[in-house]
């Protein structure tokens, strides 16, 4: 199984990005994708997520109103569109896939290598 993240890059405060990630290697039927994301020093932390069929889709509090994921299960991707940037979301990103509707660090069963996303102020 690979999960492949792209769109990280460095932006000014107020840009937006939009992440990628593609997953391959099984059938990913039934199996929730999102995002977490790691600042240096800090716990791993949950930015959003999407149940398979779309319909539940959920944000960590400090992105609400500002991020919005999407997926497109015939690619097997999911996007992450980030507007209005801050510096403090500055953090390498990761996507993950699991069956768990907790959004746990510790329940999702594959994660990609990030992509790294910087803020400027």
């Known amino acids: 199984v690979q999960l492949q993240a792209s769109g990280g890059g460095l932006v000014q405060a107020g840009d937006s990005l939009r992440l990628s990630c593609a997953a391959s290697?099984?059938?990913?039927?039934?199996?929730?994708m999102g995002w977490f994301r790691q600042a240096p020093g800090k716990e791993r932390e949950f930015v959003s997520g999407i149940s398979w069929s779309g319909t539940s889709i959920y944000y960590g509090d400090s992105v609400k109103g500002r991020f919005t994921i999407s997926r497109d299960n015939a690619k097997n991707t999911v996007y992450l569109q980030m507007n209005s940037l801050k510096p403090e979301d500055t953090a390498v990103y990761y996507c993950?896939?699991?069956?768990?509707?907790?959004?746990?660090?510790?329940?999702?069963?594959?994660w990609g290598k990030g992509t790294q996303v910087t803020v400027s102020s």
């Open positions: 290697g099984r059938t990913f039927s039934g199996y929730g």
């Open positions: 993950a896939v699991g069956k768990s509707s907790l959004w746990r660090a510790a329940d999702m069963d594959y």
